[in-house]
Every structure is written in C-alpha cells, then in structure tokens.
C-alpha cells in the first residue's frame, strides 16, 4: 500500500477526533450544572418558599429559621463528613476480614447506625422549624410538609 494515503487517512481521522473533542466540550462547558451539584440549595430555597408562601412566616421568623439551618448544616455537613470517612474505614475493615457474612452483616449494622443518625438530626430540624411556628401555623405545618419532600423532582426523568 502506498504511503501517501495512509497519512492523508491519518490526518483525516485525527482532524475528525479533534472536532469531535472541541464539540464535546463546548457542550459540556455550554449546559447548566448537574442537578445532583445543587439539590441542596434547591431544597433549602423549596423549603424557604413553602415556609414565606404557605404559613405566612414572618421576618422575625424567618430569621430564626437560617439562624436554625446555619447550625443544622454545619452539623450534618460533619456527620456527613464522618459517614464518609466510616465508610471507607468499613470496606477497608471488611476487605481485611475477607468479606465473610459476619463482618458484611457488621459492616450494614454500622451503616444503617449512621444513617438513622443522620435521619434524626433531619427530624430535629423540622421538628425545630416547627417550634418557630405560631399555633395556626403548626396545624398547616403538621398536614402539609410531607407534600414538601414527597415532591418528585421534576428536572430528573423517571425511572422506570
């Protein structure tokens, strides 16, 4: 075969790459983060919303809820910190004891402790959230904050 077309087809299909690659990223840099990146200021600003527009929070209120919410993630950006940490010293703990059923069924045990943890410090919250609410408002509270976290998020397709 002659040389002159296998570096002509070379050139051509390392051009096409480079294209494709400038394309690639001027998609990616184009699109708007991952939902996943933000949920958290996502439901911070539902849960804002819900408190102003559905009970009536007041300023005063609505003061001691950030005041309240500073505190609570700061808490469980550390017990998340720590999950994490466990986590890793778990596996690692359960590649040395030759992932046996005892040392998984351990392993899970430790894991379910530290979520349930993480669970109730999230009710405490709300359950803090709702002392900052008058009488009427705790009623409204009380029926209505499950549609808060029942809501599908609906920039994420379903799952099927």
């Known amino acids: 075969m002659n040389a002159q077309p296998k570096t002509k087809f070379l050139i051509m299909l390392v051009a096409l790459l480079a294209i494709a690659n400038i394309v690639l990223l001027g998609i990616m840099f184009s699109k708007k983060p991952h939902a996943g990146f933000d949920r958290g200021s996502r439901r911070e600003e539902q849960m804002k919303n819900f408190l102003q527009k559905e009970l009536g929070f007041s300023p005063a209120q609505m003061q001691a809820y950030d005041s309240s919410g500073s505190t609570h993630r700061q808490a469980m950006r550390r017990l998340f910190d720590e999950m994490k940490q466990h986590k890793e010293n778990n596996l690692r703990n359960l590649g040395n004891s030759s992932f ?14 530290q979520k349930k943890l993480i669970e109730q410090k999230m009710l405490q919250h709300l359950q803090e959230i709702r002392l900052i609410c008058t009488a009427e408002q705790r009623a409204k509270f009380d029926t209505s904050i499950y549609k808060l976290f029942g809501k599908k998020d609906r920039n994420k397709p379903d799952k099927k």
């Open 100 to 113: 046996t059923d005892s040392a998984i069924e351990a392993t899970a045990l430790k894991a379910g402790e």
